[in-house]
T-cell receptor, first 113, second 110 residues
Framework: DAGVIQSPRHEVTEMGQEVTLRCKPI?????LFWYRQTMMRGLELLIY????????DSGMPEDRFSAKMPNASFSTLKIQPSEPRDSAVYFC???????????FGPGTRLLVL | SQQGEEDPQALSIQEGENATMNCSYK?????LQWYRQNSGRGLVHLIL?????REKHSGRLRVTLDTSKKSSSLLITASRAADTASYFC??????????FGRGTSLIVHP
């Protein structure tokens, strides 16, 4: 199994631009998580999907952030417009159920100038 | 908050020594997990311990759970330079969503 796949691995953009991060979970996993990691705030859960349905999006910082999961094998996290404070590493993780081991992707390192 | 908090924040030891990291949490849990994160990488699952378990082993790793004290410890025996990483605990309770702590940064000097 290829594990959780994220793209791009690195993204540098200018303030105000739209950023789209992509994730392919492990086949057969029905739960998907998006996290943001910074030195200041640690690892923050942004949103959690179960069977493609958003269950908990209370961690999404503001309306500039949106996430979708159109099918079991693909999810996107979009930031529009992006701001310098959005600079972080964004991780996607999947699990067989929401309660068990999570498998993390390699992350997308985002820098907003 | 359900969030686990690791202690110490940073730990520096010599190769061959044991490393102990602790995790404390505030409310009852269903299970607790430990993860490792190497620099620039995603988190990797190490061990899951359920609330009715007190100790689990995996190779050089030993995890204990004391639900009365709401704490867990991760012991790495005979540490190696390759164990250098950040270690996180994740607690899962009624929400069924694991919540991660801030992590312990471990440096093992060769």
């Amino acid at each position: 199994d290829a594990g959780v796949i994220q793209s791009p691995r690195h993204e540098v953009t200018e303030m105000g631009q739209e950023v789209t991060l992509r994730c392919k979970p492990i086949s057969g996993h029905n739960s998907l998580f998006w996290y943001r990691q910074t030195m200041m705030r640690g690892l923050e859960l942004l949103i959690y999907f179960n069977n493609n349905v958003p269950i908990d999006d209370s961690g999404m910082p503001e309306d500039r952030f949106s996430a979708k999961m159109p099918n079991a094998s693909f999810s996107t996290l979009k930031i529009q417009p992006s701001e310098p404070r959005d600079s972080a590493v964004y991780f996607c993780a999947s699990s067989l159920t929401g309660q068990e081991t999570q498998y993390f992707g390699p992350g997308t390192r985002l820098l907003v100038l | 908050s359900q969030q686990g908090e690791e202690d110490p924040q940073a730990l520096s030891i010599q190769e061959g020594e044991n490393a102990t990291m602790n995790c404390s949490y505030k409310t009852s849990i269903n299970n607790l997990q430990w993860y490792r994160q190497n620099s620039g990488r995603g988190l990797v699952h190490l061990i899951l311990i359920r609330s009715n378990e007190r100790e689990k082993h995996s190779g050089r790793l030993r995890v204990t759970l004391d639900t009365s004290k709401k704490s867990s410890s991760l012991l790495i025996t005979a540490s190696r330079a390759a164990d250098t990483a950040s270690y996180f605990c994740a607690t899962e309770g009624g929400s069924y969503i694991p919540t991660f702590g801030r992590g312990t940064s471990l440096i093992v000097h060769p």
